[in-house]
């Protein structure tokens, strides 16, 4: 068992989050100024496309009430019949149709995803960017993890598997900071999507993410955030009764009021802030999960799920930890195929690399994805091929 109290991981997290602190505010002043001379830019291009990106729910396949018709997969996947025509937002034309990519294996549990342009309040991505998106994550997973609610982040992504015609799922999440109406616009946003789509494509619904880690609310505002939710989510008409409610923080975070207060545990588990060498990196991560998160949930008889796992290609090292391509690829090789036999449901993190994390924090920040923000497989990566073998999430 790892020692809670002595954990090089956790005190790394909290060193990162006090340096981040103080550099954000210095950095944001610089940011802003380049984002909104971008913004303008963008905006005038987008303008010629919008239209062709803002389609209703009943006009891309499904009743709004989450009855679907999609019969692909991500080899193969069966379009739905439209005179729509999708834009990213450089103006290109996006096709429907998606070419299996022989380097691409559909090997992960799930996915963390964020479109690399949806930033609020700037909001630049359009729909045929996500599009674009799962087109290429469909080829690796069935299951998409999000961040947030703003920025048409959840909407977008169930609206491009529809139109793609895959069988996919999605976990929303309603992001929690310190800021009321942060939580209350992306608390009206996930019930006006559930709404349109249904539940068809929910694989389970978050609220928040490291919320008891960043300490920006008491965890008991967080439980009655999470019941609230539950609650709401449940008396919806056509809810299924089995569709969890949780919340995501650091494996070491889980006790048992948290389990209590969660349908499943998401615990976000990263060798990376463990400081062992990659070759180690997958064996530490099994274990701090069984001890942690698999132990705990257990005594409550609930499931547990690593929310974030992954291994970054760029940034300051940490300890004998070191950030690179080939190390990137060491995880993968020692971690993926494991863990599917293992019957662990997992969240990798990340899909794409996060450029505006790097310009408000650091290089290591933005540097997890498999991708770069140009949709190309990182140098050096080769994707184990071997399929996942646990179950949805919807089983507890």
Request: aromatic residues 12%; charged residues 20%.
């Amino acid at each position: 068992m790892v020692d809670k109290d002595s954990s090089e991981w956790l005190k790394a997290q909290q060193r990162g989050a006090r340096t981040s602190r103080w550099i954000v505010i210095f950095v944001c002043i610089l940011v802003v100024a380049g984002i909104i001379a971008g913004v303008s830019y963008i905006f005038l291009h987008k303008s010629g496309s919008n239209n062709s990106n803002n389609v209703n729910s009943a006009d891309i396949g499904g009743d709004g009430n989450g009855s679907s018709t999609n019969k692909g997969n991500a080899s193969v996947n069966t379009p739905v019949k439209t005179d729509q025509k999708f834009y990213t937002w450089d103006n290109k034309l996006v096709d429907l149709n998606i070419i299996p990519d022989p380097k691409l294996k559909k090997s992960f549990y799930g996915i963390n995803y964020g479109p690399v342009n949806a930033t609020y309040p700037w909001c630049t991505n359009t729909l045929g960017d996500v599009i674009e998106d799962v087109k290429l994550l469909s080829q690796l997973t069935n299951r998409l993890r999000l961040y947030g609610m703003d920025c048409d982040m959840s909407n977008y992504t169930i609206m491009a598997i529809k139109i793609l015609g895959l069988k996919m799922t999605v976990v929303p999440t309603i992001w929690i900071d310190n800021n009321m109406t942060t939580y209350q616009r992306q608390y009206n946003d996930l019930f006006n999507n559930l709404k349109q789509h249904g539940f068809d494509y929910i694989e389970g619904i978050s609220v928040g993410n490291e919320v008891i880690f960043r300490k920006e609310i008491t965890t008991s505002d967080l439980y009655s955030r999470i019941a609230d939710v539950r609650k709401k989510v449940l008396a919806m008409p056509g809810a299924p009764q089995n569709m969890p409610v949780f919340t995501s923080d650091l494996g070491s975070n889980v006790d048992q009021a948290f389990v209590t207060a969660n349908d499943i545990m998401f615990a976000n588990v990263h060798p990376y802030f463990g400081g062992v060498p990659v070759a180690q990196a997958a064996a530490w991560t099994f274990k701090f999960f069984e001890d942690f998160d698999v132990t705990p949930a257990a005594k409550q008889k609930k499931l547990a799920v690593m929310s974030e796992v992954g291994w970054p290609t760029a940034g300051e090292s940490h300890q004998q930890s070191i950030a690179s391509n080939p190390n990137l690829n060491t995880f993968l090789q020692n971690f993926l195929c494991p863990a599917n036999s293992k019957g662990y449901r997992y969240y990798y993190f990340e899909s794409f690399d996060t450029p505006w994390k790097t310009a408000m924090f650091t290089l290591l920040e933005g540097s997890w994805g498999l991708f770069y923000p140009d949709r190309s497989l990182k140098p050096g990566v080769s994707i184990p091929d071997c399929q996942p073998t646990a179950p949805s999430l919807r089983t507890f």
